[in-house]
């Protein structure tokens, strides 16, 4: 008690001064220990914001302390528990921290994910690279594992989702290289210039990609329709309109009560003998007998139009050939008819589905 008596006011606050500092010194060096962890792996920076105001609000904590709070004979607190207290919150902070810095070591030792990112950017250099063995690295990526560690905040996440996107680039090239060189032989000159480019890119934008394949298979089907048009034409056949896909039109014959009606949907062309008559009107025996005549005559040129179109690479479906007869044949009713260039009715056709 008398070495109580003996101190001054002034020395007891000395005393409880560097008391403070001890503690924020011990306190600090563990905060250093932790602080280099986060330096070695950047995506921990974030609990760098919590480390220092931990420390902030313990040596505030300290601060309250008063000079009576001390044993002066062995210069230490006479109750420690706020030492206590902010020690157990350090560790369950540095707990935290090592506990998300094994998760990602874990993940990056399991995948190998330094080192596929590193073979991603090699992959870019190497010209003589094999796409297989890049695909073959990256395809075991676990992306369940890459969504359980999604809210550690750190660069991982990033990569490994960097890592299957490009695989999927890469792999949709290949995919994209193998369907131009199966389809070589149906491009025209400027296309083959424009796939030389495509084969030439070590990855192919897949939307660029479809778009030239659209246009592609637009003047395939415009050249389809053309041959189609002129393999009638050839014969003396003529079309009331150029012919377009999916849309019923109609070929002239030399009787202009009678006309073929004629569909193409995706190459596929539909042929149906068609006899024009006034709306309203009742054919007889005779007009009857002389459609199905018409129908036969129109059957026996059909082996010419046949080979026409095989000559310019047309194949015809006949499973759904029928032979003529009142039946087969389409009645198609008109407001007025044209015969041997007369003018007798306004003709609008009725389309059939």
């Known amino acids: 008690m008398s ?16 008391l403070i500092n001890s503690k924020m010194l011990k306190f600090s060096d563990e905060l ?15 609990f760098e914001n919590d480390l220092q105001e931990l420390k902030k609000s313990y040596k505030a904590k300290l601060e309250e302390i008063s000079i009576n709070d001390i044993d002066y004979e062995q210069h230490k607190y006479i109750a420690n528990i706020t030492e206590s207290e902010y020690m157990q919150k350090l560790f369950e902070l540095k707990s ?58 750190h660069p991982i996440e990033f990569k490994i989702k960097e890592a299957k996107v490009t695989y999927l680039k890469l792999f949709n090239t290949t995919l994209i290289k193998d369907e131009i060189q199966s389809n070589m032989n149906e491009f025209d000159y400027m296309e083959k210039e424009k796939v030389k480019i495509f084969l030439s890119q070590k990855m192919i934008d897949k939307k660029s990609y479809r778009e030239f394949m659209h246009k592609h298979y ?3 089907q415009n050249q389809e329709l053309h041959t189609i048009q002129k393999s009638f034409e ?7 309109e150029d012919i377009k896909e999916n849309i019923l039109q109609y070929i002239s014959t030399k009787d202009d009560e009678y006309k073929i009606a004629i569909r193409v949907v995706d190459s596929q062309v539909s042929l149906v003998f068609t006899r024009l008559i006034k709306r309203g009107m009742t054919l007889s025996q005779y007009e009857k007998a002389k459609d199905i005549q018409k129908a036969k005559e129109w059957c026996s040129n059909f082996e010419n139009i046949k080979k026409v179109m095989l000559q310019n690479g047309l194949n015809i479906d006949e499973n759904a050939r029928l032979e003529p007869t009142l039946e087969s044949i389409r009645y198609e009713e008109v407001d007025d008819i044209m015969v041997e260039g007369e003018l007798l009715l306004s003709t609008t056709y009725k389309k059939y589905n």
Request: proline content about 1%; cysteine-free.
């Open 96 to 153: 935290k921290i090592f506990i998300q810095k094994d998760r990602y070591l874990s993940v990056i030792s399991k995948y190998e994910i330094s080192k596929n990112i590193k073979r991603i950017e090699e992959y870019f250099k190497d010209e003589n690279n094999e796409l297989e063995i890049f695909i073959e690295l990256v395809r075991k990526i676990d992306m369940k594992e890459a969504d359980r560690i999604s809210s550690l905040k």
């Open 32 to 46: 250093m220990k932790i602080l280099a962890v986060i330096a070695e792996y950047p995506f921990l920076k974030d």
């Open 3 to 18: 070495a109580m008596m003996s101190l001054s006011v002034t020395q007891k606050k000395k005393i409880r001064k560097d």
């Open 218 to 220: 637009l003047n395939q």
């Open 234 to 240: 050839t014969l003396g056949y003529s079309f009331d």
